[in-house]
């Protein structure tokens, strides 16, 4: 699933294409918005909070998307070849000189801009706001120790706490601060955490490629997807295991030199990949 910084650079696209724009073509190919047509309609804007996707129109109404696992938005210029089959076409949406295409959109809703809470309204504070400030770092902080006894990666995916992180940042930020993805986060420094993961997030938001060690290639990331290769900084075996999130287990990575109060029971040894 795409991390925030990812869904906020394709924003920042839509918006450059699609911002102050009349639609000459305008299509949700789903079947509870086959009858819609936004064609017509001017894109007033298009904005990024947490992972979901707002394009808001001229007539007060809003289109959400969400990229789930594997959806994406593509930009094209009329007339190019879509890198994309067809039947995978969920949105269209079409102006004199660009042709925006919703591959794989799982989650479409078209709703009354003033209704758009009611999508997005339980997500927690959204570290690449705009409108990011102190008030906003202390909900999250509160929002994230409301249950110490809960593990920091799992709190850290929940979008209701922190609106943005995804696996990436969960396994990183855990392997910055030096504990394991099943500490509690009553035993962790939580302003930290947040303040971490919002620094990350930013850094990585204008740039399809993130990092977390200031480096780009194969030097990018600490832990995360070096299950083979091993940690980056001490060179040992990354330990590969999986933590639930929202009722699904999902992969995490962490180095047991470097966060050396992880739970290693919690680890399938199955997934290890340990050191070359």
Request: net charge neutral; proline share 6%.
């Amino acid at each position: 699933m795409p991390e925030g910084d990812t869904v906020f650079l394709a924003a920042q696209r839509l918006d450059e294409a699609l911002r102050g724009q009349l639609l000459t073509r305008g299509e949700l190919r789903h079947p509870d918005f086959a009858a819609a047509d936004l064609g017509g309609r001017t894109v007033l804007s298009v904005r990024s909070v947490g992972k979901h996707l707002l394009f808001r129109f001229d007539d007060k109404t809003t289109l959400h998307t969400h990229f789930r696992m594997d959806g994406s938005w593509h930009l094209y210029r009329p007339g190019e070849r879509w890198r994309g089959p067809a039947h995978q076409v969920r949105a269209l949406l079409t102006t004199e000189d660009r042709v925006a295409v919703g591959f794989r959109l799982h989650d479409l809703a078209l709703v009354p801009t003033t209704g758009e809470h009611t999508l997005i309204g339980h997500l927690g504070p959204d570290l690449l706001s705009p409108d990011w400030d102190q008030a906003m770092e202390d909900e999250a902080v509160r929002r994230l120790t409301a249950d110490p006894a809960r593990e920091l990666g799992t709190a850290l995916l929940d979008q209701r706490v922190l609106a943005g992180v995804g696996n990436l940042y969960k396994a990183e930020v855990c392997f910055l601060l030096g504990v394991s993805p099943w500490s509690p986060v009553g035993a962790v420094d939580a302003r930290a955490a947040v303040r971490l993961c919002r620094r990350l997030l930013f850094r990585n938001r204008l740039r399809p490629e993130q990092s977390t060690t200031g480096r780009l290639g194969a030097a990018s990331h600490w832990v995360f997807e070096r299950g083979r290769a091993g940690c980056l900084r001490c060179g040992g075996p990354v330990r590969v295991g999986e933590q639930e999130s929202y009722g699904m287990p999902r992969l995490t990575y962490h180095c047991p030199r470097c966060q050396p109060d992880a739970t290693l029971e919690a680890v399938d040894p199955e997934l290890e990949g340990g050191s070359p």
